[in-house]
């Protein structure tokens, strides 16, 4: 009896270990990149290493606009220009052109399964078969997508700015349920457990049930929600364009707490100005880019500030990204930077000389940079 409870105890504790360690980003072999923030929580951390002396190993271009984040999927790289254009690259640069939407993208996209989804600026959504190489299922909303599709289990999720987020079956593309919010949608919704959660231009945060299409739950921040919320052991941050943090503690589809973890403030203290990127969450801290020029760390037991950053480039859409005790930051006029995530020191950094909108991607050896006007960038 007491063998039988000990191994009744160790299969429950590596069940939880493993629901743990799934929501940051990280894949059976790291090698895998599938979504612009790495996992389908959007929390922004990884349990992939960043070289302590990265090398820039290879470039290309296309010379095209690019807003689409890169992924890594079985081992190749996918890039999607703002031509709708989908180009494979391999571990060593040589690149395809795979296929071409004919339509403007500038969301980016979300890999599994030998598929790629796909949300355009004219409202249709595709399933791309990377075998077949061909639209597989389209399906129209109606108005643009601006904002990563994600997927939970068989459903695909997508928001549009005719103002719904959408579940569609993954496989035959078959609407399972369409919530109307009102609003336009620019973000990407995040996954918690069967929920998932996203914010609006009206201010409000969401908790929707992915299996029925309900709204479960519901908070209103102080003004609009310019980017996605991410979420970490049940426990999600969000930022306002004013630069609010918000932290809500998710249980069973309901927001059972919350709190403004960081008020915006005019001094050193707090945040400085607006935020228009997603917060980065660790179990310890939430990164997050504010004003014109800074990255700031804050601890979440207490919402104090740990560190503050003055960066070398002006701050946009690209949020940083969290691997082990490193932060990986990019900013709008082209400087990549490294920093120590326990005090915030510069350990490495590049000048692109162009600049970076889209997430990077991180697998085990090496991490990806493309900027915005077509140059991929690989660091090993």
Same mark, same amino acid.
């Given at each position: 009896m007491k063998k039988w409870l000990i191994c009744v105890q160790l299969v429950l504790f590596l069940c939880v270990s493993c629901a743990v360690v799934n929501e940051y980003a990280t894949d059976e072999h790291t090698k895998d990149w599938v979504i612009f923030r790495g996992s389908p929580s959007l929390c922004g951390s990884t349990d992939c290493a960043l070289p302590d002396a990265p090398q820039l190993l290879w470039s290309t271009t296309t010379k095209t606009r690019t807003v689409s984040a890169p992924i890594v999927y079985d081992g190749w790289v996918y890039t999607l220009d703002r031509k709708g254009r989908l180009r494979r690259f391999s571990s060593e640069g040589d690149s395809l052109l795979v296929y071409d939407f004919g339509t403007p993208v500038e969301a980016s996209f979300v890999a599994n399964d030998s598929m790629l989804y796909v949300g355009r600026i004219d409202g249709h959504v595709n399933a791309f078969s990377i075998e077949k190489r061909r639209v597989v299922w389209d399906y129209e909303t109606l108005g643009q997508i601006s904002g990563s599709p994600n997927l939970l289990d068989d459903k695909l999720l997508v928001g549009s700015y005719d103002g719904s987020m959408y579940a569609f079956n993954s496989k035959t593309g078959k609407k399972m349920s369409q919530f109307a919010t009102g609003y336009y949608i620019n973000g990407t919704?995040? %996954?918690?457990?069967?929920?998932m959660m996203f914010g609006g231009c009206d201010s409000w945060v969401r908790v929707v049930d992915v299996s029925t299409g309900q709204l479960t739950d519901s908070l209103e921040l102080d003004t609009y929600v310019p980017a996605s919320p991410a979420i970490l052991d049940g426990v999600a941050c969000a930022c306002d364009y004013n630069g609010n943090v918000y932290e809500m503690t998710l249980d069973k589809g309901k927001i059972t707490k919350h709190r403004k973890l960081l008020a915006t403030s005019t001094n050193n $203290? +707090? %945040? *400085?100005? +607006? %935020? %228009? @990127?997603? &917060?980065?969450?660790?179990?310890? *801290?939430?990164? #997050?880019?504010?004003? *014109?020029?800074? #990255?700031?760390c804050i601890e979440r037991a207490s919402g104090k500030v740990r560190w503050k950053k003055m960066l070398r480039g002006t701050t946009g859409e690209c949020s940083p990204l969290v691997a082990q005790d490193k932060v990986l930051v990019c900013t709008k006029d082209g400087y990549v930077s490294i920093l120590d995530s326990e005090d915030g020191t510069e350990l490495w950094h590049y000048e692109?000389? $162009? &600049? #970076?909108?889209?997430? &990077?991607?991180?697998? @085990?050896d090496r991490f990806y940079i493309l900027t915005s006007r077509g140059t991929l960038l690989c660091f090993g």
């Open positions: 919704a995040a %996954v918690w457990k069967h929920y $203290e +707090g %945040v *400085d100005g +607006g %935020v %228009v @990127s997603m &917060p980065t969450l660790t179990r310890t *801290d939430v990164y #997050i880019l504010s004003g *014109d020029r800074y #990255i700031s692109a000389g $162009e &600049p #970076i909108i889209a997430s &990077p991607a991180i697998i @085990s």
